[in-house]
């Protein structure tokens, strides 16, 4: 069953760039979470929209929100991502795909008439009580942080 606004959201545990496992039960009770998922390391749409969320946290903090970045990159890769462009927030490498798929984001992709399979370019408001508040499918990176943290702003 896809992941639907107003349910629970699966939970699930990645390995992070912070050395540990990370779990989405660790967040309940205590803070939003925006999980967003993305296609690939240091490619140019993957780098704006990190890097727009990067010069938003601030702002996400204040709001009480966590932000989790989501992809099938290998952890080293994710760590150079991160080191490269000042990424103060978490990355979780999901290399088999598991909470990719559960979550609904593995799809068919299209490329120059090319067909293929990717993460579609996703994120995910999930409330404090661990229901989905929110679902952005198909992102446009373009001014994409401040819609996120618009509604973040509004929940209670």
């Given at each position: 069953m896809p992941v639907q606004e107003g349910k629970k959201a699966p939970n699930f545990k990645l390995a992070s760039t912070e050395?540990?496992?990370?779990?989405?039960?660790?967040?309940?009770?205590?803070q939003v979470v925006v999980l967003y998922f993305y296609p690939k390391d240091d490619t140019p749409g993957c780098t704006q929209e990190a890097c727009d969320f990067r010069d938003s946290l601030k702002k996400f903090k204040i709001k009480g929100a966590a932000i989790l970045g989501v992809s099938a990159d290998s952890l080293q890769a994710h760590a150079k991502f991160q080191k490269k462009y000042s990424l103060p927030f978490t990355l979780l490498s999901d290399e088999s795909k598991e909470i990719i798929k559960t979550y609904g984001v593995w799809k068919e992709k299209s490329m120059y008439g090319k067909k293929y399979m990717g993460i579609e370019r996703t994120t995910l408001i999930i409330d404090k009580q661990g229901k989905v508040a929110k679902i952005f499918p198909k992102v446009k990176v373009a001014g994409h942080a401040e819609e996120v943290l618009k509604l973040v702003s509004s929940l209670k």
């Amino acid at each position: 069953m896809p992941v639907q606004e107003g349910k629970k959201a699966p939970n699930f545990k990645l390995a992070s760039t912070e050395g540990k496992e990370i779990s989405l039960s660790n967040f309940n009770g205590n803070q939003v979470v925006v999980l967003y998922f993305y296609p690939k390391d240091d490619t140019p749409g993957c780098t704006q929209e990190a890097c727009d969320f990067r010069d938003s946290l601030k702002k996400f903090k204040i709001k009480g929100a966590a932000i989790l970045g989501v992809s099938a990159d290998s952890l080293q890769a994710h760590a150079k991502f991160q080191k490269k462009y000042s990424l103060p927030f978490t990355l979780l490498s999901d290399e088999s795909k598991e909470i990719i798929k559960t979550y609904g984001v593995w799809k068919e992709k299209s490329m120059y008439g090319k067909k293929y399979m990717g993460i579609e370019r996703t994120t995910l408001i999930i409330d404090k009580q661990g229901k989905v508040a929110k679902i952005f499918p198909k992102v446009k990176v373009a001014g994409h942080a401040e819609e996120v943290l618009k509604l973040v702003s509004s929940l209670k």
